[in-house]
């Protein structure tokens, strides 16, 4: 059946069709404009790739503010596991001092990346830095930080799809899977 999929060695099925994420991607933009629309300053949307290109593309396209893209390369897990260590292998593609920083994610887990990611932009001067995560694992997230925009929370599942990866695998899909094993 075309609800369920094998990437690598694991068994996926269907969790969220493309129409289910771009509602949730309508409703992050929804509140980010009522957030930035009028407030007088240009914020930095900061994708962290991989898994979050095609979430920042999807929602910069839906904001009528004017915003600047800048990219952050990190990575933490491997395989189906986060290793709880945050490396950066490719650093901001630009300064961003003194500006308000819009951390893109596909998805919130323990909140190990996130936490370092503010770290680090807070370092490179940033005045502020808003937390913008397409999904959150509520039952793993451990930090006692609050996430800004949230599109949706799921269960503690492994998933692929829409950005997200099992190996790098599995990026290019439309709809998300959740692991069946
Ligand atoms: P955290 O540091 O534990 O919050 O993990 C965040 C990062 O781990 C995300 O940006 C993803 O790249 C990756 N990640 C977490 N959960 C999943 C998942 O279910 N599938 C694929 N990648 C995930
Ligand atoms: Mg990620």
Redo the contacts with the bound molecule.
Sequence with gaps: MNDTITVCDKTFRKYLSNEEIEKVIDGVAEQLIADFKDCGEVPVFLC?LN??IMFTAALMKRVNFPAELVSIKVS??QG?T?TGT?LIPLGLTSDVTGRTVILM??????????MALREHLLNKGAKDVRICTMLL?PD??KMDYKIDYIGKKIPN????GYG???NELGRNLPDIYAVTD
Excluded: H, M, P, R
């Design positions: 962290v898994g979050a933490s897990y189906t986060s945050v994610e596909d998805i919130v887990d323990t909140g190990n990346t996130l694992k793993v997230y599942k492994f998933i692929v997200l990866d099992y």
